[in-house]
Structures are given as structure tokens and as C-alpha cells.
């Protein structure tokens, strides 16, 4: 499949990395509670990028649009996590940066999408 070589789908799979990476580091009392349901939101965006790349038209539309709502939740999680300290701000800021670059990605090809439906 092609969406395995996009670089929005490499940059997922970088942020999963990456809070894996971190997971060991978390105290286990959130460890198993605000760490894993990151965790499990990064795989739902995966499975949302899988299905956009099955869609056309408006469904890859709709797909994309749960994609970036989860992301932005996973982005108030992430800020939470440092907010309460369970994370540094160097952790923090690495996190951010990957979340901030599939958020411009996802925007890209969602204004890409919409512009080409209305001239369609």
C-alpha cells in the first residue's frame, strides 16, 4: 500500500514511537490510564489514515475530519501530561512538534481535497 510510504503516515508512526519510547519513564499510576489512552488515540488516528486512504470524495473527507479531532484530543492530553508534571518539557515540546507537523499535513490535504471537490 502507498499510505505506508506517505510521510503523514511516517510521522504517526514516529509519535508512536516516540510515547512508547516515554511509556517506561511514566509513573504507573498514569501509566495505565492518561499514557495508554494516548497511546490508543494515536492507533485510532492510524486506523482513520488507513481508511481515508480507502475512500474517495466525500467519505476521505469525513475521515480526515475524525483524524484531526483526534489529534487536537491527543494534543490536550499530551498538554495535560505536562501540565501534572507526568512529562518534562523537553519531552513535551518533541511530542508537540510531531503532533503540530500531522496537524499541518492533515490540514494540507484536507484544503487539497475540499478545493478539488468544488471543482469537481
Known sequence: MKIFQAPIYQKIVELYKALHL?????PKQD??????????IIIEILEHLLLTAQYAGELKIIELNNLSRKLNTLRV???LTKEIKIIDNKKYIRLQEIIDEIGRMTGGWLKSLKQNTLED
Open 77 to 79: 492530553l499530551i498538554r
Open 22 to 26: 516515554y511509556r517506561n519513564l511514566i
Open 31 to 40: 501509566r495505565y490510564v492518561i499514557w495508554q489512552k494516548c497511546e490508543n
